[in-house]
C-alpha cells in the first residue's frame, strides 16, 4: 500500500467538500407552502410628483425670469376671455402666485364711461415691472424699469382693493 502524502489528501477532502456544496445547490428541496398573489394595493409611499414641464413662478428672482409664466397665465386668460376684465386679470394672476400688492391695473372704462380699448396689468418684481396689455383681439407684455413714483404704470389706476 501507498501512503500518499498529507498536503495532497487535505487538498482532496478540500476539493470533495466543495463538490458536495455546488451540487448541494442543484438539489431540489421541499416544496414550500404557496405563497399568496401579489395585491394590487399601492405602497404607502406616495409617488414623487413630476418636475413641471413649462414655465414656474420663481418668487424672489427677477422679472425677466418670470415673464414666461406671466405671460402663458395671462396668455390662457385672454384666450379664454379676450380683453376680460381687470379684476378678473387680477384675481387670475393671484390664484396663479403673484402678490395681490405688487400688482396695478388700469381701469375697464374710459372717463366718459366707453368701454376701455385695452387693459394693462402690471406686477412689480425687484424694481422692474412686468406688464401685460389686453386688447380684444391680442395680449402682448414686456418689462420695464419701475417708475420714480414706486408703481409702474402712468396716470389714474383702478384700485385693488377688493
Known amino acids: 500500500m501507498r ?3 498529507a498536503h495532497r489528501i487535505g487538498g482532496a477532502i478540500a476539493l470533495t467538500l466543495a463538490a458536495v456544496l455546488v451540487l448541494s445547490g442543484c438539489v ?3 416544496p414550500e407552502a404557496p405563497t399568496a398573489a401579489p395585491t394590487t394595493e399601492t ?3 406616495p409617488e414623487p410628483e413630476a418636475a413641471p414641464t413649462g414655465p414656474i413662478l420663481r418668487p424672489g428672482e427677477a422679472a425677466a425670469a418670470n415673464r ?3 405671460d ?3 396668455a390662457d386668460y385672454h384666450a379664454a376671455n379676450g380683453r376680460g376684465d ?3 386679470i387680477v384675481d387670475n394672476l393671484i390664484a396663479n402666485g403673484f402678490e395681490k400688492q405688487d400688482m396695478e391695473v388700469t381701469s ?3 372717463a366718459i364711461g366707453l368701454a376701455a380699448d385695452s387693459i394693462v396689468v ?3 418684481i425687484k424694481g422692474e415691472c412686468l406688464l401685460g396689455q389686453f386688447a380684444p383681439d391680442n395680449y402682448a407684455s414686456s418689462i420695464e424699469p419701475l417708475l420714480g413714483t414706486g408703481g409702474c404704470l402712468v396716470g389714474k389706476t383702478r384700485p385693488i382693493d377688493w
Open 68 to 70: 414666461q409664466f406671466f
Open 72 to 74: 402663458l397665465i395671462n
Open 122 to 124: 402690471s406686477v412689480r
Open 3 to 5: 501512503v500518499r502524502p
Open 28 to 30: 431540489a428541496s421541499t
Open 43 to 45: 405602497s404607502a409611499t
Open 108 to 110: 375697464d372704462e374710459t
Open 86 to 88: 381687470g379684476r378678473t
